[in-house]
């Protein structure tokens, strides 16, 4: 056998850099997540002194339990949940509709709408005459801005019109044949056959939506109920970058009971954001990287 | 029966139901990413909301020299470019340096777990990302403070924060910290597709671990190095505002105010809409510039396009 050759000096070292490097890695990665985890599960105040790591060393749950049940947080939570759940479901399936359209090779329109949507990755408005789109539609100080502007994504169109272009044709001819519209071809064929591209988008837009604070800013950031829970970890996030010691210590004496401090309320609101994606993303691995190469290398 | 003979329109009426399907989505792209192009014209007005769009004062060319002029534009556009340049390079260096590491390990589970594991930090918002970056950098009680201290190399914490000179550094590395492990995805599947006919014949020459890495797999991955190239070289003007924006604070701010930044300061909040719609076109046609010169030179090195 060919690996039976002695190892050389130089195929140790590659060893035993490989393995140093990817154990680097890990708790490069890892460590950030456990310190805060660890914070999030300390009493308050005793965190300040500062020295914990990877384990808490007054243990409490209260830093949950309050933040849990502020009504505001409870809110935000709700609206986090509800633009993620419709974008993504409304989304996806509009996307789809429309990337079956333009995967039709027959259709006369097919190449002026991928080039009205490709040419949107590149060419952009801008933030001040979008946003006076937005006020000018009603969209400001409105639910649906977290929804509506992005239904329909260039750069998911595309990976999905790949996708349907790679089924075989004839599908859609003896459906034809069989008398069946082209909404029912769509709805009855492509749709169920798309499944694994579909959910390698859904979990994109997902997770834009999980993680998005931006457009909570610039159009409904006047409104609380409109509020998500990355923007109240943002605003928690600027308020500790701007103020003093002295002042986030004036800040945790007057907080509910003296006990929750803002740093624990960072801590623990990077957890409750961050928990819901760690725990679904290692399930779904095979969808978003078989996507991502479809998107990248066949494009 | 002449099939090749009808003409557009009798072909869009043959086709009726895929262009009611397709109609909402074309009224859909231009209302909400074409519209707003039409605001470009205010970058030649001194745009003021009271007035109706046609009751502007036309002013030219006067706002881009306003920009040009502007004392800190140069300094905005070292920022931009700089970090972007920073983070390109840095960013695909780790990610090709991960991706050959991973191809190395031998034992398939801790590959898997490694993985895995590398890909948390793209899951993840920059504002949870910030909020790392900050907690391991803070001065009470931050590891990295905490692990200099121990190891004696410096005796009294530093606010890495805010330290101007080290911003770009800052969001160097907390970019690799979060890309580096998605980013290595695409190199990883363009080393699979290497045919290991190569590998074999190259194991029969003699050729250690480190050679085929240098002389099979290296050039395998140049395509997919130059098309990366090409794509993020268009972005180099908009790239991870968000990260930048919730890093900066006012003490750094020479050397973390970037275009959009500058946009958003000048447009939203001073409300000189048209000055800021300006430098927005200036970023746009930058880009623009910047995707076609990067197409160019992959043509004329004999390189597949992306356009």
Redesign the interface.
Known sequence: MLRAKKRGWDDILLDIFVYSFLIALIIVTLYPFLNTLAISLNEGRDSIKGGIYLWPREFTTFNYESLLTDPQIFHAAGVSIARTVLTTVFGTFLTAMLAYVISRKDFVLRKFITFIYVLTMYVQGGLIPTYFLYQRLGLTNNFWVYVLPGLVAAFNLIIVRTYINGLPESLIESAKIDGASEFTIFLKIILPLSKPVLATIAIFTAVYHWSAWWDVFLYNSSNPALSTLQYELMKVLASANSMSGSMQQALSNSAQAAQITPRAIRATMTIIVTVPIAVVYPFLQRYFVHGLTLGGVKE | MKKSGDT?WQ??WK?K???L??LP??I?????????????L?AFQNYW?GNSFFNQTWVGLENFRLLLTDPVFFEVLRNTLAMSLIKLLSGMFFSI??AL??N??RFAK?KKI????????H??????G???????LST??G?VN?VLLNLGIIDSPIMFMGIPKLFWWIVGASHV?KT???GA??YL??IVSISPSLYEAA??DGA???QRIRYITLPALKP?II??LIINV?RLMNMGF?QIY?LS??RVIEYSRIF?IF??DY??KMMR?SF??TA??F??LV??VL?FSANQIAKMMGEERLI
Not at chain 2, 114 to 121: E, N, V
């Open positions: 557009f072909k869009l086709q139901a895929l262009v399907m397709s989505f074309i859909y792209v231009i209302i909400f990413k074409y519209v707003p192009l039409w605001g470009w205010m909301p340096l991960l590491v991973l190395e390990v801790f490694t993985q895995t594991i590398s890909y948390l930090p899951f993840i918002s920059w504002v949870v910030a909020n790392l970056v900050m907690n391991a009470d009680g590891i905490d910290w580096v492990g998605f995805i695409l599947a363009s194991v029969i250690s671990r480190l997919v098309i990366l268009g968000q919730l604070n006012g959009r946009e958003l447009g939203l809409y800021a719609t927005g076109i970023r746009s880009s623009i995707v």
